[in-house]
């Protein structure tokens, strides 16, 4: 199966209806998740690894992994209504497991992380927060965020022995969901961050 084939197969799962500003919900589009996992499977991150999806929402990005044959995912978030749709959206998989919980109190070792985290636009920081539990859990991390952040996780990732590998630059729609929201789409500027453990 090929990205674009698991784009397609993203397309139809359940979407969440989880809309907390707070938590900065918003739905992983299947293009971007396929984008962000075939990346990490490529550079063999995926098949026959653990993987964590944390904040995994509907479970878009955590499912890619799956499809893509990785030996087991665990899939964190700590809103109980997104982790019943993951729920649904993965329940022929036996090596799923789900936790509904912050993903702070995550503590398994894992050999890859893949992740949406907050951008930290309504409450700051709180993609360190994901960032630095990624750091504590794996050696591989894909994580998507906005542009602009690049000598914010260059000097966290530096900070835990971590280093960027590569960014690549994507465009994330965001529909009008919340009541701030003045227009019907929005067009954020993010790339896909590949940071690894320095040996």
Not at 29 to 54: C, H
């Amino acid at each position: 199966m090929d990205k674009k084939q698991i784009a397609i197969k993203l397309s139809k799962l359940k979407k969440h209806n989880c809309k907390n500003a707070g938590l900065e919900q918003y739905q992983t589009d299947s293009e971007l998740a396929a984008e962000i996992t075939w990346n990490s499977y490529i550079d063999g991150n995926i098949k026959n690894k653990t993987v964590a999806d944390l904040g995994c929402g509907n479970g878009i990005i955590g499912n890619a992994a799956l499809i893509l044959r990785a030996k087991k995912v665990y899939f964190i978030d700590k809103d109980k209504n997104a982790v019943e749709t993951c729920m649904e959206n993965n329940s022929d998989y036996k090596n799923a497991e789900f936790i509904c919980d912050d993903v702070t109190k995550f503590s398994k070792r894992v050999d890859t992380v893949l992740m949406n985290p907050p951008f930290g636009v309504r409450e700051r920081k709180a993609d360190k927060t994901f960032l630095l539990k990624a750091f504590e859990i794996a050696r591989e991390i894909y994580s998507i965020h906005k542009t602009g952040s690049e000598r914010f996780i260059e000097t966290v990732a530096s900070e835990n022995g971590f280093s960027v590998k590569s960014v690549i630059p994507k465009n994330f729609i965001i529909k009008k969901i919340y009541k701030f929201h003045k227009r019907d789409n929005y067009t954020v500027k993010v790339g896909i961050w590949h940071i690894s453990k320095n040996i």
